[in-house]
């Protein structure tokens, strides 16, 4: 059996320091140069550094502040709380009860638009009585928006929107903030930070007439054409996932901003989490600046185990806006040295239950291993009736492949602005709305989840440092693998330790009710794993074992993963965390929680 390495303090600040230093170096050249990277802080002067290592210009008696009528005048404003929220630029606000325009004066290509919320109190306006539209040009990306109304539903009240915008050849960026008007109500329309970065002119456009590789071109689901993603459109993210990895930072974005989040919230089924941090991607296929190296790194799989997978799915569920058509693009790279021949791993891609690809396989697209590589496929999300929509990929093995298994390591969505150049949800209905739970039962849940995330996080932050550790010295250690199936360290996904939590719930992270989450008592575990029995192990992670068990609740098959670790006292002590085996539709797919 693996054993756990004791590891002392002193290591324990060497690895960090070993980590520290590579972080420094991956960073310090960026793949795309944006000629545009301007960041606004609204309703402030001067210029301040961002957490983002970014000087976010003030919109206050500079070039960036905003037009407006004279009699008209917006205010400037201090947020009044600042609980756990950057500082810039969600200090500050520009609010108005009238229309007021950024005009940003840009070279003519694609640029993102990043739009920062704060919702809270700013002196001279209520809180609740945001509601706007947010135009840019002629295409609306926000309407009947209300920030407060909009993270009435996550547990957090900071928000950003990102969008992709083509500006024309002499035509100015223009961002038109406007309040919504009526005769009874005073409305107001805010905003706390603008960005706006150029992209590389076929990073997500695959207009017809520039396309080079046609192998680019998205596969339109369900019709007999590709779909044309023309600069006359605009886009909005609503996920960007390195599946199997870690949120990765603006910073670390191949010099675009981009932000990248863990997909573990998304995904509706289990999975194995192949990583190879120190693996190095081939970039032949397609540009280096597509995606950082992290998520070549890390994807998701379904392990060896081939009789399960043949009657499974991989399975990501997203919430999406219906009546729109969406981009999604699938990012793979072959990380797992054993697998070296195209037929090897073949599988099923399935986008909102349609067939988008009947046969994916890696290597056949790229010819090698660590060689990254995407596919883009649209698919039309009408509306039947629900506003929002669960947009789910699954991936399912070929059975006349040699294995029986899929892969895949990051996923983009983005919605298309419909005919008439609109990105808004077409109700006034806030996203999530209806799901809140009820007040008081959410309180007294929450104060119970604050003892356990502080007790998680502080445990959770000893694993990480144990898992660097670990990486650091299987690295070190293992010059070569031996001949297994699964040859690099490899854990159950979700087994990826509390301090990132602040992370995945930045952004739509509480789709999916909380009550659904149950905690478990250790007797009660004990007693499904029959005491831990050898005979229930079901997978060997990292730094533990993991159990299959049988819970009430409607006979719940779920897998509990129990991690030995050695206390400061130098007692041995363990952790568990549990996860559903399997899952109902649209069920959340939050069931993780660590045991004392
Ligand atoms: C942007 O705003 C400026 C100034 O208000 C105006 O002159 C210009 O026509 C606008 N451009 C577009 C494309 O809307
Ligand atoms: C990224 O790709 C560009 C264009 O192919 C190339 O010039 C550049 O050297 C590459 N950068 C790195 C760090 O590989
Ligand atoms: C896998 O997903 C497809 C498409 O959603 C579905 O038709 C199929 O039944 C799923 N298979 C399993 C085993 O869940
Ligand atoms: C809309 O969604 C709700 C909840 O997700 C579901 O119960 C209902 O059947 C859906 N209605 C339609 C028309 O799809
Ligand atoms: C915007 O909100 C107003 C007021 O509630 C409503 O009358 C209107 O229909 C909404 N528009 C859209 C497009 O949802």
């Known amino acids: 059996m693996k054993s756990h390495p004791m590891l002392t303090p002193t290591l324990y600040v060497c690895c960090l320091f070993f980590l520290l230093s590579y972080l420094t170096i991956a960073t310090s050249t960026p793949l795309y140069n944006p000629i545009e990277n301007i960041v606004v802080n609204c309703g402030s002067p001067g210029s301040l550094k961002g957490n983002d290592d970014r000087d976010w210009i003030g919109d206050k008696g500079s070039k960036f502040a905003p037009t407006e009528e004279p009699n008209h005048k917006s205010k400037t404003s201090k947020a009044q709380s600042q609980v756990s929220v950057e500082i810039v630029p969600y200090m500050t606000a520009r609010l108005s009860y009238w229309q007021f325009t950024y005009v940003f004066p840009v070279t ?53 929107k990102e969008f992709c915008i083509n500006v024309d050849e002499n035509q100015k960026l223009n961002l038109t903030f406007i309040p919504f008007t009526s005769t009874s109500m005073n409305y107001h329309a805010f905003i706390n930070g603008i960005e706006i970065v150029s992209m590389p002119m076929d990073l997500y456009y695959k207009p017809q007439d520039v396309i080079k590789g046609e192998e680019f071109v998205p596969v339109f689901i369900g019709q007999p054409n590709p779909f044309y993603i023309d600069y006359s459109m605009a886009l909005e993210m609503v996920y ?56 070549y790194q890390s994807a998701i799989s379904m392990g060896p185990d081939r009789t399960k997978n043949m009657q499974s799915n991989l399975t990501w569920g997203l919430l999406v806006d219906a009546g729109f058509n969406y981009l999604v693009r699938l990012h793979f790279c072959e990380i797992e040295s054993e697998i070296h021949a195209s037929g090897m791993r073949e599988f099923y891609i399935y ?71 609109n990105l808004a949800r077409a109700n006034i209905a806030a996203p999530f709305l209806d799901q809140q739970p009820a007040g008081a039962a959410k309180e007294s849940m929450s104060k119970k989840t604050t003892i356990f995330i502080a007790i998680g996080s502080v445990l959770g932050l000893l694993v990480v440092l144990t898992l660097v550790c670990c990486m650091v010295l299987c690295k070190l250690k293992k010059t070569k693998h031996n001949g297994s199936y699964h040859p690099l360290p490899k854990w159950w996904w979700w087994s990826r330790p509390d301090p990132y939590r602040r992370e995945f719930s930045r952004r739509r992270a509480s789709s999916l009710p909380g009550e659904l989450c149950r905690y478990f008592r250790l007797e009660e575990i004990k007693t499904t794993t029959n005491n831990f ?61 660590w045991i004392l």
Not at 381 to 388: E, H, L, P
Not at 583 to 589: D, F, K, T
């Open 108 to 160: 003519p290509g694609p640029k993102f638009v990043l739009l920062y919320f704060y919702s809270t109190v700013y002196s001279g306006f209520e809180s609740s009585k945001d509601f706007f539209t947010v135009k840019a040009g002629s295409f609306t990306l926000l309407r009947n928006f209300s920030a407060s109304i909009y993270t009435d539903s996550f547990d957090r009240k900071d928000i950003y």
């Open 240 to 295: 960007r996932l390195n599946a199997g990895g870690s949120a990765i930072q603006v910073q670390d974005d191949t010099g675009m901003s981009r932000k990248w989040s863990e997909d573990r919230d998304y995904m509706l089924s289990g999975g194995f989490v192949p990583r190879n941090p120190s693996l190095k991607p081939k970039y032949t296929k397609i540009p280096n600046y597509t995606a950082p190296d992290a998520v």
């Open 351 to 421: 986008i909102d239950y349609q067939l988008a690809e009947e046969r994916a396989d890696v290597l056949l697209w790229t010819d090698d291993n660590d060689t990254p590589y995407y596919k883009d496929y649209v698919v039309m999300i009408k509306n039947k009736g629900n506003d929002t929509h669960l947009l789910s990929i699954d991936l399912h093995s070929r059975s006349d492949a040699e294995l029986i298994d899929a892969i895949l390591n990051g996923v983009e969505v983005f919605k298309l602005s419909d005919s008439e150049n």
């Open 533 to 593: 029995n050898e005979d229930l192990i079901i997978g060997e992670g990292g730094f533990g074992n993991v159990y299959k068990g049988l819970i009430e609740q409607g006979n719940k098959m779920v897998a509990i993963k129990r991690m030995k670790q050695e206390s400061r006292q130098g007692a041995l002590e363990f952790m568990t965390e549990i996860k559903m085996l399997s899952q109902l539709q649209s069920c959340a797919p939050c069931v993780s929680h």
